[in-house]
């Protein structure tokens, strides 16, 4: 009575936190990031200084969307980061999400702009599309393609954990001409 | 400089209970100077503590947003009740609070609980060691003192609106309150197994402080229904979402854990189940923690956050849970007892439905982990909800009330002999059935489960009526918060099965000025509003139901964008009567002009929480009642 007592208190809880360490530590798994692979939504937008509009077919190749907001203090945090890539000639759209666009324009004045383009998603379509939930997310896309996509802070150890494996595994090649 | 100062405090509190964890294991000998010693250093490391989360306060409360915790939570515009309940809106905040009710609950223990009880040095050590582990999770991991230096954001990001709310400001702490005060039972048990001498009667002076941490996490769990109700928008009280599993699994333990310690307070009796109760109840509180913090199931709930945060919170409770469970089963020789549970008595009812309640809290768990190992095995994601619940919980929970209207008038440690109580018994069940057969027949029920749920919630209240009767015609004593305590669950019963069979809803598309009959109910959309709040904007329509008995009422539902997160959130309008509520929210504009609205009956509704809080009500007389058995 006494062993078998012992084998069910052991078993029940030596099974659970095993299985939960594999999961947590299986390499697929990374809170905040989805390698779903979908289609980029087909959109039609303004951009955020001259009032140009910017669509689906401006953008070609690999890049990154970076969703920010000046209203949005983690993205204060990870701009230094944003500014690191660009500087690497990593090129990345920045999408204005619910953002006054005076407010957005006095941000980027008062810090560096680390991105090629602005999309102004005022209404937040854009994002929906997306799947976006809050500010900052970004996504990787490579030939109208969502491969990567990840919400929260971008800082080097979220690259180097969720990003730079994909890109090594789909040999992105980023499109310098954006 | 406060900034500082205040995680300058939490490092320094983390220290002495380090110390007082340390001189708890080194001192072997444990009298009445070395225990005082020891309650000391305790007591000093909660004072640093807690001062620490007032310094946090008091800069949550001036803005100070150089603390990049309180810059991404909470903003100017808001009022002050809501910049202190920002604190614990997001992960570190709210495990600061968290970690402070902890160290609160040991404090107390060591305050009240006299220095000559043995097993009160190990038992604030055991204590000491979770809160060295969890604020070291803090402080190394989920960091609320981290700074944006140097230049502080003009404002906050504001606290995310749908937790604007009274009730789910008090929500977390009542929670938390009910998780870590299971703390107190499962250290005093580990210090009895440590301790080893099996003459020790420590069962009696945890009850008080097991009960109110039940009262706390029943009231903590009904707010949480609550909120949801009205907040959300979805008309339920319950979703069986991952997260308010994981509240009720601790629930159900605890209530199982309480039943079967006021068996060991008495007799001696299931001291087995006692500590393993105490053991489990408090691991899955840590498990709720990790859960809910390491980001593996998606819900409303969950936070955002990095990979180590969950690695870490599972290597320690991982500890927590083997050492524990190690020394149990090193001491199970000892706590067998030769003598075996008379059948028919009051302890044989009670671990039967022990036995039930270990099977609800295993399918409960069953049923969040299936999901992740399902995706984790076929890479798919699939989602486990109410039938798969409802198909165990209902039948569970009904087997277990029959156990429970069979133990009522059942002795202590002797048969029972079922002649003694055959009067009551006989009639509260022709009554039940009665009852249940006219409702089924009034109201034209065909559903068996909602039937058989009726039945047992009518014969629980029923058979309890009679005894009150015969403490009134006869004083034969009962314990009067069981009493009520019982009535409340046969109350809930009821009101979910009732609840479920009458409840209904539609989506209606209506113009501005139409109008459309629900239920006998007309409906009429007399108006729409445009209105411009500080810190949203906000369509407010208005409905004018006439309902069938002639009365008119006006309901405003709105929906509202918030500016700083640009949020968009449903605030329903509900009609609330005792008998049903009347639920309408607003959905969204058609490209015609008319809107969806969305209208439900919700049966009962307000009986489940009423119930709950019976229970909760009920509880804590009993814990009032107790005071002073903790020396």
């Known amino acids: 009575m006494i062993t078998l007592l012992r084998f069910i208190i052991f078993v029940i809880p030596i099974s659970l936190i095993s299985f939960l360490y594999f999961f947590i530590n299986d390499n697929d798994y990374y809170p905040g990031a989805d390698f779903k692979v979908s289609d980029m939504p087909a959109f039609e937008l303004n951009s955020l200084y001259e009032n140009s509009v910017v669509n689906n077919f401006d953008l070609e190749g690999s890049y990154l969307i970076n969703v920010w907001a000046s209203w949005c203090i983690t993205c204060r945090i990870e701009h230094g980061f944003l500014v690191q890539l660009n500087s690497q000639n990593i090129p990345i759209i920045g999408l204005n999400y619910k953002d006054e666009r005076n407010d957005a324009i006095e941000w980027l004045g008062k810090y560096k702009d680390p991105y090629r383009i602005i999309i102004h998603d005022y209404s937040g379509s854009l994002a929906l599309d997306l799947g976006v939930t809050g500010a900052p997310e970004t996504f990787l896309i490579k030939n109208g393609k969502i491969i990567a996509h990840f919400s929260g802070e971008v800082n080097k150890r979220v690259w180097g954990d969720v990003f730079a494996p994909v890109i090594k595994k789909e040999k992105v090649v980023w499109n310098d001409q954006i | 400089m406060l900034i500082q100062i205040a995680h300058f405090l939490a490092i320094l509190s983390t220290g ?133 230096l140097p230049i502080a954001p003009m404002d906050g990001a504001d606290i995310n609106p749908v937790l604007q709310d009274p009730a789910l400001a008090i929500h977390p702490p009542m929670l938390y309150l009910g998780y870590v005060g299971f703390v107190i039972a499962f250290a005093n048990a580990i210090s009895f197994l440590i301790n080893g001498d099996k003459s020790i009667k420590w069962e009696e002076s945890i009850r008080i402080w097991s009960i109110s941490a039940w009262v706390f996490l029943t009231v903590g769990i009904a707010l949480g229904s609550w909120w949801a109700y009205y907040e959300l928008g979805w008309g339920g009280y319950w979703f069986w979402d991952p997260v308010e599993n994981v509240a009720l699994m601790p629930w159900l333990a605890a209530t199982a854990f309480i039943h079967s310690l006021s068996v060991s307070s008495k ?65 199970l020789p000892l706590l067998t ?46 989602s486990v909800g109410a039938p798969y619940y409802n198909a165990i919980f209902v039948p569970a929970t009904i087997l277990a009330c029959i156990f429970l209207f069979f133990s009522i008038d059942s002795k202590w440690q002797r048969t029972y002999r079922i002649i003694n109580a055959y009067t009551s018994m006989f009639f509260s069940g022709i009554f039940s059935l009665a009852i249940t057969i006219s409702v089924m027949l009034y109201c034209v029920i065909s559903d068996l489960w909602i039937l058989v749920s009726l039945f047992t919630g009518l014969l629980i209240i029923i058979r309890y009526l009679f005894v009150i009767f015969e403490f009134l015609i006869n004083k034969k004593y009962s314990n009067p918060y069981s009493i009520a305590a019982h009535i409340g669950l046969g109350l809930l019963i009821i009101s979910i099965s009732l609840n479920s069979q009458f409840s209904s809803e539609r989506a209606i598309n209506i113009k501005i000025n139409g109008d459309d009959i629900y239920k006998d109910y007309r409906i009429k959309f007399d108006n729409l509003e445009l209105i411009k709040m500080s810190n949203h904007d906000s369509v407010m329509a208005s409905f004018i139901i006439d309902s069938p008995s002639g009365k008119t009422f006006v309901l405003n539902p709105e929906k509202r964008k918030y500016f700083t997160r640009g949020q968009i959130t449903t605030e329903t309008a509900i009609h609330a009567t005792l008998l049903k509520d009347i639920y309408v929210t607003l959905g969204d504009q058609l490209d015609d002009g008319s809107w969806i609205v969305n209208i439900q009956f919700n049966y009962f509704i307000r009986w489940i929480w009423i119930s709950a809080l019976l229970m909760a009500i009920s509880g804590s007389f009993l814990a009032f009642s107790l005071r002073g058995t903790s020396r």
């Open chain 2, 337 to 382: 007892s030769k003598k075996l549970i008379t059948p028919f008595s009051k302890e044989s009812f009670i671990s039967i439905n022990n036995i039930i309640f270990g099977t609800l809290i295993f399918s409960t768990m069953l049923g969040i982990l299936y999901p992740l190992i399902y995706e984790y095995l076929y890479l798919k994601k699939i």
């Open chain 2, 16 to 148: 002495l209970f380090l110390t007082t964890f340390v001189f708890s294991f080194l001192f072997t000998k444990k009298d009445r100077n070395i225990t005082r010693l020891i309650s000391r250093i305790y007591s000093h490391g909660f004072l640093m503590l807690t001062s620490s989360f007032f310094i946090y306060i008091w800069l949550a409360l001036n803005d100070n947003f150089s603390v990049l915790y309180i810059a991404q939570h909470s903003n100017s515009q808001l009022p002050s009740f809501y910049k202190i309940t920002s604190i614990w809106s997001a992960h570190e905040g709210s495990m600061y609070l968290w970690i402070v009710f902890l160290c609160l609950w040991g404090f107390l223990y060591s305050s009240y609980s006299p220095n000559d009880n043995i097993l009160k040095a190990r038992t604030i050590g055991v204590i000491s060691l979770i809160a060295v582990g969890f604020l070291s999770f803090l402080l190394l991991t989920s960091n609320p003192f981290e700074t944006i």
């Open chain 2, 267 to 331: 007799s001696q009796l299931l001291r087995i189940w006692t500590i393993l109760l105490s053991i489990i109840v408090f691991s899955l509180s840590l498990f709720g923690a990790f859960i809910v913090r390491s980001g593996i199931i998606d819900s409303v709930h969950s936070f955002a956050n990095d990979p180590e945060r969950g690695l870490y919170l599972l290597s320690f409770t991982g500890l927590l849970v083997f050492s524990s469970l190690i020394l149990f089963s090193y001491r």
